[in-house]
């Protein structure tokens, strides 16, 4: 068979990500997490969070705040994964000369106001505006 249109790569378990709209897709797997973030190699700080947003946006940042995650694909070059021999994904976003190790956890107690995670992209159409929620719309709870 042959194919004449160039097809993207098909990565498993292991692979580096630099399309926004990648990033978004592998980061929509992650609701808690563990986090280092590292400059030069040097580690800055480490914790557990919730991650709350992610968002493709040029002008806003990415915000750790009171364990919640507000993460812009836009503020790193690109995400590398690594699944270990468990089947745990490590995610890595890369910056210049920093590095934000996200490793997913399973503690429901850590996410906040235990709200339903609502996963919010449009499939046919994806631009650097766009907003991924995890926030349930509902603020009535």
Known sequence: MHVTRPLPPLL???GTLTNPRDMVRAL????????RYLVDGELITEGKAT?????ADDESASVLV???MFLNVAS???LNFHTDETGQA???LF???ALLEITPLDEPELRTGQRQVIRLME???FDANSIVSLDDDDEDE
């Not at 929509?28 to 986090?35: G, L, N, P, R, S």
């Not at 991650?51 to 968002?55: H, P, Q, T």
């Open 76 to 78: 790193f070059q690109y």
């Open 90 to 92: 490590r995610l890595d």
């Open 123 to 125: 499939e046919s159409v």
């Open 12 to 14: 498993v378990g292991n």
């Open 95 to 97: 910056v210049e000369g």
């Open 28 to 35: 929509e797997t992650v609701e808690t997490f563990a986090y």
């Open 66 to 68: 009171n364990s919640c």
């Open 51 to 55: 991650l709350v947003r992610i968002m």
